[in-house]
Nanobody
């Protein structure tokens, strides 16, 4: 089970920090990611971090503004979002990949490799 928090309403240019706590199993051998889904749109990849946090991957739309990190001791993954834009408005979901699956060949942005999903947290960026 994954529980996400930290969403809210913020003005364009502002910052938010999302957090996701994992329960029920060890997630240290799962890639962790954030996806987002705007109203009427498909769910899309935002950011991912490898097992021990050594590698991070970002969608082009958030690169340079968002930072993903994880703390395996606390079973948490975070997403620091800076310089927010109105187009960042979406429900943000944290996700954990199948245990033992390593990121490679760009697979981090594929929904199918994630078997645990959080409930989502709404981020609204106003102009």
């Amino acid at each position: 089970q994954l529980q996400a928090s930290g969403g809210g309403l913020v003005q364009a240019g502002g910052s938010l920090r999302l957090s996701c706590v994992a329960f029920g199993r060890t997630f240290s051998t799962s890639g962790m990611a954030w996806f987002r889904q705007a109203a009427g749109e498909e769910r899309e990849f935002a950011a991912a971090v490898s097992w021990f946090g050594r590698s991070a991957y970002y969608a082009d739309s958030v690169k340079g503004r968002f930072t993903i990190s994880r703390d395996n001791a606390k079973n948490t993954v975070s997403l620091q979002m800076n310089s927010l834009k109105t187009e960042d408005t979406a429900v943000y979901y944290c996700a954990a990949s199948y245990p033992g699956l390593r990121y490679s060949g760009g697979n981090w942005n594929r929904l199918a490799i994630y078997d645990y999903w959080g409930q989502g947290t709404q981020v609204t960026v106003s102009s």
